[in-house]
């Protein structure tokens, strides 16, 4: 093995699985040796994903694969609620981890992995690649930068297409993916949490499902994932923010619009258009505002999530690489998840929650 070349190992090699394999694949020093499903299926994919690189080891149970030592570095791709189980058998490891996001589909289990990453040697690193997006990552630049002055508002909207197709059908069930604004929106959550800096307080929601797998049923079971909702997040300090999610709104042009205003200006970010626009008050006014197309010329592999997903993994590498703190920590993605499930809770009780309380519950 070259000195400076990591070798990975993949747990969960469906969808996501595969997307981190191709993302590796266009990463210099990366190699996956390793990938490890219970879904023939799947473990087919990834060795055709494989064929032109080495044969990598194949594994059906993640503890073999963690204790082969034919890794460096753990991908972790499974179905949300199998999330915490390798994960916490990685970290009680010195094996670096990567885990997609959510984190865990439960607050218990999410405090379980944080507490267990205090004693973890490796890097670990919660997959909340949306951070990592270039019109997302110029306007979270833009407000520390101060281009808006002192942030009051954030909102972000997703219109979007509804869930994938995925192994089992496994997507279309709360208790397997946490809930619609856990599994999905714990991106937008962490994005929130990020720019606004401070703690949220208190959650206010409204969502249901009303179009999408109305008549899905699967052993039995009808699928139960909410297709709308509207979040406000309040948090300490005064700043609002708010998610605007509609999962039957493929008929757009973008899919995401973030939009961050503070006393000096606005900043909005557009995807997949890829544009950014900048007004400041007193010298824009409306229709008056600057726009660029934001590129990022390390990408060299764009996938499901417009080159994040390897920007995201050139930091994990890097982290891996120099010994340095990850930039996204499992705490960072424990809050996300806090988020979202306060959100759950506020519309199923038709209330506002207190983030104090849910913490306290649970």
Not at 265 to 275: W, Y
Request: hydrophobic share 40%.
């Amino acid at each position: 093995m070259a000195s400076d070349e990591v070798r990975y190992g993949v747990i969960g090699t469906g969808l996501m699985g595969i997307e981190h394999i191709e993302n590796l694949k266009a990463l210099d020093g990366a190699v996956v040796t390793a990938i490890c499903d219970t879904h023939v299926p799947s473990i087919e994919a990834a060795k055709a994903a494989l064929a032109d690189g080495p044969t990598p080891a194949v594994f059906t149970d993640h503890r073999d694969l963690i204790g082969s030592g034919t890794c460096d570095a753990v991908v972790i791709a499974t179905p949300n609620n199998l999330h915490v189980e390798p994960l916490l058998d990685v970290l009680a490891t010195d094996l670096h981890v990567l885990v997609e996001k959510p984190l865990c589909t439960t607050i218990d289990d999410c405090r379980a992995v944080v507490e267990a990453g205090r004693h973890h040697r490796g890097v670990a690193w919660v997959g909340l690649e949306y951070r990592y997006m270039p019109p997302v990552a110029r306007l979270i630049d833009e407000v520390r930068g101060g281009t808006v002055g002192k942030l009051r508002m954030l909102s972000i909207r997703e219109h979007r297409y509804p869930f994938l197709a995925k192994v089992d059908n496994w997507n279309r069930f709360s208790d397997n993916t946490g809930g619609t604004l856990v599994e999905k929106c714990c991106h937008y959550f962490d994005l929130m949490n990020h720019m606004v800096g401070t703690r949220p307080l208190r959650v206010m929601a409204s969502g249901g499902q009303d179009v999408n797998h109305l008549d899905e049923y699967h052993d039995g079971r009808r699928s139960d994932i909410l297709d709308n909702a509207y979040v406000i997040v309040e948090y300490d300090g005064g700043v609002r923010a708010m998610l605007d999610l509609c999962m039957f709104a493929e008929a757009t042009k973008n899919q995401e619009e973030l939009v961050a205003v503070g006393d000096s200006g606005k900043v909005e970010a557009l995807i997949p258009e890829s544009v950014i626009r900048i007004g400041r008050r007193g010298r824009h006014f409306i229709g008056e505002v600057e726009e660029y197309h934001v590129d990022d010329d390390r990408i060299r592999y764009s996938g499901y999530h417009h080159g994040s997903s390897y920007l995201e993994h050139c930091g994990l590498l890097h982290a891996i690489r120099t010994d340095s703190e990850p930039l996204v920590t499992l705490e960072d993605g424990m809050w996300g998840v806090v988020v979202g499930a306060a959100a759950h809770r506020s519309i199923d009780e038709q209330r506002a929650v207190r983030i104090s309380e849910m913490l306290a519950a649970d």
